[in-house]
């Protein structure tokens, strides 16, 4: 069975603790251990998240009084090289004689997609009010609340393309086991000239993962977190984990932006453009998602619907534009 097994930003850094090296390395020692599992029976890719990463190097590159500080894909494409490389050396660790790699991945959006217009996308550490005022102001920061906090705010365009399918499929076909399309990949859009040039942003790695999966024609995605399940009115008295469900019943829910609205439109995407099975749940859980026995897990149903007006004519997954955030 072909599995995408997207890994959240926990993987990394659990929440609280710190971004040093050492951390990263005993969560992703974890984190493998759980994809090894699957892998020893399955044709496994994995993609994974990067947002406290990007966020830590754009900080380190503002601060550093030289050069102008480099563009969002290119700080992409250094997170990706970094966590790309401790996941690949760990599962290589666990799976003795299992070749392991890494695939530097570009996703291709539209230069004139909306999310230019209005950043959306929460990275790096929640702030009070006052500082995130004093870096907004020192370096042309779009910032927003998110909950008690205030967060730098980035654009998020859509993914339409990942231009490494063909390498990551000859990889995968060979037996090998891909890491590839860290972070949503990294963010290029075609020129009017023609050619390909990375772009200010940072795609969703949940709806990158779903288009990751639809476009490998993956059996199963696994959208892994620290939660168990999805949940019904979370955080608040009776909120309750939903079992086995369908993209129907999950868009009858409001999910919060900034956690778990993105994985549960990845699942019903991955679901709604052909795929048969999607999950969402606990890292330590993943075999047992897997097999169908933990988490949220997301299925077809028996509607009947033609979901093929959910793919446009090249084939990728169409996205509709997301809601406008908050001004500050």
Known sequence: ?????????????????????????????????AIAAIARTHSVIVTHGSGPQVAML?????????????????????????????????????????????????????????????PSKPIGPPMDEATADRLANAHGWTINPDGAKWRRMVASPEPLRILELPAIKLLSDAGVLVVCAGGGGIPVAAQPKGGMRGVDAVIDKDLSAALL??????????????????????GAKGAKPIGETTPVELRKTTFAASSMRPKVEAACRFIESGGSFAAIGNLDDAGQILLGHRGTIVRRGESGLDFTDKISGSGNIEFAPAADPPKK
Do not use: C
């Open 213 to 234: 999966a639809h476009q490998f024609k993956a059996d199963a995605l696994l959208l892994l977190t620290d939660v168990e399940a999805v949940y019904e009115n979370w």
């Open 58 to 118: 754009a900080m380190q590159s503002d601060a550093y009084a030289g050069p102008k500080p480099y563009p969002l894909d290119m700080l992409g494409a250094e997170s990706d090289g970094l966590i790309g490389y401790l996941i690949e050396q760990e599962l290589r660790n666990q799976l003795p004689g299992k070749h392991v790699v890494t695939v530097l991945t570009q996703v291709e959006v539209h230069r004139t997609d909306p999310a230019f217009r209005r």
């Open 1 to 33: 069975m072909k599995v995408v097994v997207a890994l959240g930003g926990t993987a990394l850094a659990r929440r609280g603790e710190p971004l040093d090296a050492e951390v990263q390395r005993q969560n992703i020692t974890r984190a493998a251990g």
